[in-house]
């Protein structure tokens, strides 16, 4: 009765306004559930990427390879913590690549996920950051593309 009586008042696309506006709060105030994803937000032109970060499975063991300069912000889907001077990046078609960090770097508390803040679409070595959320922040200074093995 009440959604007919305001649908009438003020008309239907009052009542999506105020849908969207609850589910932002309650997914900004952190009641959103468990689903998890990568988060872009753009403000006054400054790109803001925030990454959730899952602790590493224990199933395989990651092989490093040579990586790439750069990778863009649109493939990364998520990361998992791979210790304290590096972060996996999970992409798009579900591969990793492996950022370490300048060795002046603290280990940073990455658990409650991080933000990346690139100087355009693509996170690149020796010239972005990783950023936790206490304010601290980590050069990249190399990527590794990761190829799973088996334990055991």
Excluded at 27 to 53: A, D, I, K, N
Aim: hydrophobic share 35%; proline share 7%.
């Amino acid at each position: 009765m009440f959604n007919a009586l305001l649908q009438s008042a003020v008309g239907g696309p009052f009542i999506m306004t105020l849908a969207h506006l609850l589910a932002f709060l309650s997914s900004l105030l952190g009641f959103g559930g468990e689903q998890r994803s990568v988060t872009r937000v753009t403000m006054q032109e400054e790109v803001v990427v925030r990454v959730p970060v899952d602790p590493a499975p224990h199933r395989f063991e990651w092989e490093e390879h040579k990586g790439p300069k750069c990778i863009p912000t649109d493939d990364i889907r998520g990361a998992k913590l791979s210790g304290p001077q590096q972060v996996d990046f999970v992409l798009r078609d579900r591969s990793r690549i492996r950022a370490k960090f300048d060795d002046d770097c603290p280990a940073l508390d990455f658990y409650g996920g991080f933000y990346l803040n690139p100087q355009d679409d693509n996170l690149c070595v020796r010239r972005d950051s990783v950023h936790s959320r206490m304010g601290a922040s980590c050069r990249i200074d190399k990527f590794k593309r990761l190829t799973p093995k088996l334990k055991g």
